[in-house]
């Protein structure tokens, strides 16, 4: 099963529409982003590979940082909850920009009328590492999805960008910067994200050329190049190549010349160049030379920036070192379900396979299938106390049910309130607030003494267990009317066969295969 294809936009110079051009002065530093994510394992798999060369000082000056997170305290995700075994789950997320904001940037780029430009997050994916460290899951977003991007405040100059419903995700850059991006995901996924990478057109050609050729494969001559000038400029001959440097930039930019021509297709190669790049560093150990790894430090810390949380040499030592306890084999590439728009052209929105994939990811469950079977079912939580008579407990009803693809259910919250009443819930109310999205109807708690009476509710209505939960965000019981009970007066609890099974339409890339081998489009064979 094949994702629907992204628009092939006229105007997009292998990077898409551009900005208004106006811009503030504001930190170049943080104009200076991720063009293409690839390059970033670069840096996060050097434990184990002569990292004591990291350690010069006057590297942790190159580093540039910014604030991991610009929207309102209400649109982020909770944070996330360690395992029975105290470990906890990394997210990062790794931002492409298309910025021009340096003459050496304009060259590689190409769109000379795009000098200065707001830059546009053209590359958006989130690399999950599991709490046990055993396996990584990477989620690659189109460029054009249509999402709700939340009220961002830039840290610098104060300004504040309203929220926006249904805008291009690759607009959250130019809104404060990458912390909007961020937050952009927060709100779309309610998964937490504990840091970010960014990295520009030229740190991708250094830091390319600091690692050394990475063996890529295309089924036919390829040349990115259309009639109008538009194009990577990436001239291959069939067969595999070793590629690095501004090829390397050339490959991961190329959306005309392979498959469908689409962000997608760009997405494939992506993931293909990065699988093979890991393999490649821990086959071969290629940085074990001192000079080599210096010259790759140098190139990373000048080129990449990050959040207030890996701004130094020590921090990002530290991360590198959880990373490197993946195994490859065990790394899972996959670009987010999706379909056309029916209102906007050209444009696509996240399918329920894209909710369940994120969903997956919020659960820390491997996408490659391989995690240990877990049981059934749930251990009985642990209660301190005794839950309060029916109809003394407090309980507030919120509606959730808004989806991906589908808009809320009007008078959710009030008809399952009539549903609790009549079953002896005297004290339940409707919340009257906007909707939200939760794919599983969930209970929440403040505290312990609260509890039991959370259980109560859970049991009358016939949620399970495991979807009563802990949180500070709520005041006393919430009962949060997920997208899994659209409608009727009973709950039941969806049939979990195949459910944490990866959705096909998700793509996925396991990052041991080396047999990977990028179609090429007829119309840019030579």
């Known amino acids: 099963m094949s994702l629907t294809p992204v628009d092939k936009d006229a105007s997009d110079d292998e990077g898409g529409a551009r900005g208004d051009g106006n811009g503030t002065g504001r930190g170049r530093r943080r104009r200076r982003v991720l063009r293409w994510s690839a390059t970033v394992l670069t840096l996060v798999i050097l434990g184990g590979a002569g990292a004591g060369y990291l350690y010069y000082e006057h590297l942790n000056a190159n580093i540039k940082s910014d604030d991991l997170n610009l929207g309102d305290a209400k649109d982020r995700a909770a944070k996330t909850q360690a395992n029975a075994a105290g470990q906890t789950a990394l997210n990062i997320l790794l931002i492409g920009s298309d910025a021009r904001d340096t003459a050496e940037n304009q060259k590689l780029g190409g769109a000379k009328d795009t000098y200065g430009g707001l830059p546009l997050a053209d590359v958006q994916m989130l690399l999950h590492v599991s709490a046990d460290r055993s396996n990584m899951s990477v989620v690659s977003m189109p460029r054009d999805t249509l999402v709700d991007i939340p009220k961002c405040t830039d840290p610098d100059t104060k300004k504040t960008y309203a929220a926006s419903t249904r805008s291009m995700t690759n607009e959250s850059l130019g809104r404060g910067g990458p912390g909007c991006t ?267 003494d609260l509890q039991a009476d959370a259980l109560r509710v859970a049991k009358v209505l016939g949620v399970p267990t495991s979807q009563v939960k802990k949180s500070t965000d709520v005041s006393g019981v919430t009962l949060y009317v997920g997208g899994d009970w659209r409608s009727g007066t009973k709950y039941t609890a969806s049939a979990k066969e195949d459910d944490d099974k990866t959705p096909e339409s998700a793509q996925a890339m396991n990052g041991a295969d080396d047999s990977q081998c990028m179609h090429v489009d007829p119309n840019y064979t030579w």
């Not at 050329?209 to 291959?236: E, F, M, Q, R, W």
């Not at 996240?350 to 996408?367: C, G, Y």
């Not at 749930?378 to 309980?395: K, L």
């Not at 808009?407 to 079953?423: E, H, I, Q």
């Open 182 to 448: 961020v937050a952009t995901w927060e709100k779309l996924t309610d998964i937490h994200i504990d840091h970010f990478m960014m990295i520009d057109f030229s740190g991708v050609v250094s830091m390319a050329d600091a690692i050394g050729g990475v063996p890529v494969c295309v089924d036919a001559n390829v040349y990115s190049h259309t009639s109008a000038g538009k194009g990577s400029g990436l001239k291959l001959e069939k067969g595999t190549h070793s590629i690095k440097g501004k090829q390397a930039l050339q490959w991961l930019r190329t959306r005309y010349g392979f498959e469908d021509d689409t962000d997608l297709a760009r997405a494939k190669a992506q993931h293909m160049y990065m699988n093979s790049m890991v393999r490649e560093l821990r086959a071969n150990a290629k940085l074990t030379n001192p000079n080599k790894l210096r010259k790759l430090a140098e190139a990373a810390t000048e080129a990449i920036t990050v959040d207030d949380g890996l701004d130094s040499i020590t921090k990002m030592y530290d991360l590198a070192t959880e990373l490197q306890k993946v195994p490859t084999e065990r790394i899972t590439m996959t670009t987010m379900p999706n379909a056309y728009d029916t209102v906007q052209t050209g444009r696509v929105v996240p399918t329920e396979d894209a909710a369940k994939l994120f969903r997956l990811v919020r659960e820390d469950i491997a996408l490659d299938g391989k995690d240990e079977k877990k049981t059934t079912a749930s251990p009985s939580p642990t209660v301190t106390d005794t839950a309060a008579a029916d109809d003394r407990i407090a309980v507030q009803v919120h509606n959730s049910t808004r989806t991906g693809t589908l808009a809320p259910v009007v008078g959710r919250a009030s008809a399952v309130t009539d549903v609790l009443k009549a079953k002896g819930f005297d004290e339940a109310v409707a919340d009257t607030s906007a909707a939200t999205s939760e794919e599983t109807t969930v209970i929440r708690y403040p505290s312990a």
